[in-house]
């Protein structure tokens, strides 16, 4: 391997370190929504040079969680109103398309595979809404989406909705009330009984009538911060 192709493989490695190291922080609530990221100090915390840096906030840019002002520079975005339904509006097109999808096309054993993938994922969700454990839930929820949307095989599909739920994950840790956990696994429930009888219509009104409450929910939580905040 030539220098040139090391160092390219380098910066790369950088790349995602950095931008997975200011994910979490947003993830976590260190970062909050208006704080600035400082390309010196994640440079300096990170041991690595400011070019890395400023390619992970740029990849951060474009999955909605950062955002730049010229001569202000990067700072956490904002969720506005707008920006919660215009996601989730997607959202609800990309998951529907996947849940009817997954049980018209698969065959017995994928549908048995997935099922059962689901089924191992709604036990964990128990268990986090028992112990209260939202980080450990969102992830939960992630892996359960993920999976009936790689079912399809639709790579265009996972992609546009990877770039909707990464939005999602910022506001699920940063609205969520750890007391609606219980909830939220049993609508999962729901989901996947619907999906494992195969009905269609069942499952999709119900995928959707679950995104659209967490629409509302995640819409009035911004309002009442904002309000708190103001």
């Known amino acids: 391997m030539d220098k040139e192709v090391m160092e390219t493989s380098h910066r790369k490695v950088f790349r995602e370190e950095v931008r997975n190291a ?3 922080a947003i993830f976590a609530g260190q970062l909050k929504p208006g704080d600035r990221i400082i390309e010196t100090f994640w440079a300096k915390e990170l041991d690595v040079s400011q070019g890395p840096v400023r390619e992970a906030i740029r990849d951060l840019e474009a999955v909605g969680l950062v955002e730049t002002i010229p001569f202000k520079g990067s700072r956490v975005r904002s969720m506005t109103e707008k920006d919660i339904r215009d996601n989730y509006s997607v959202r609800i097109c990309l998951e529907s398309k996947s849940i009817r999808d997954s049980i018209t096309m698969l065959d017995d ?7 059962a993938y689901l089924r191992e994922v709604l036990d964990e969700m128990d268990i986090c809404a028992s112990q209260g454990d939202l980080r450990a839930f969102t992830k939960c929820d992630t892996d359960f ?11 265009v599909l996972l992609k546009l909705w990877e770039q909707c739920n990464i939005r ?9 009330d750890a007391g609606s956990l219980k909830q939220l696994q049993s609508e999962h429930q729901h989901i996947y009984t619907a999906i494992r009888a195969k009905d269609v219509k069942e499952a999709s009104s119900t995928l959707e009538d679950h995104l659209t409450s967490l629409m509302h929910g995640f819409m009035q939580a911004e309002k009442n911060q904002t309000a708190q905040n103001g």
């Open 22 to 24: 200011i994910r979490e």
């Open 109 to 115: 054993a994928h549908m048995e595979k997935l099922c």
């Open 145 to 155: 989406h993920r999976a009936i949307i790689e079912a399809t095989g639709n790579q």
């Open 168 to 176: 999602n994950w910022f506001m699920v840790s940063a609205l969520t």
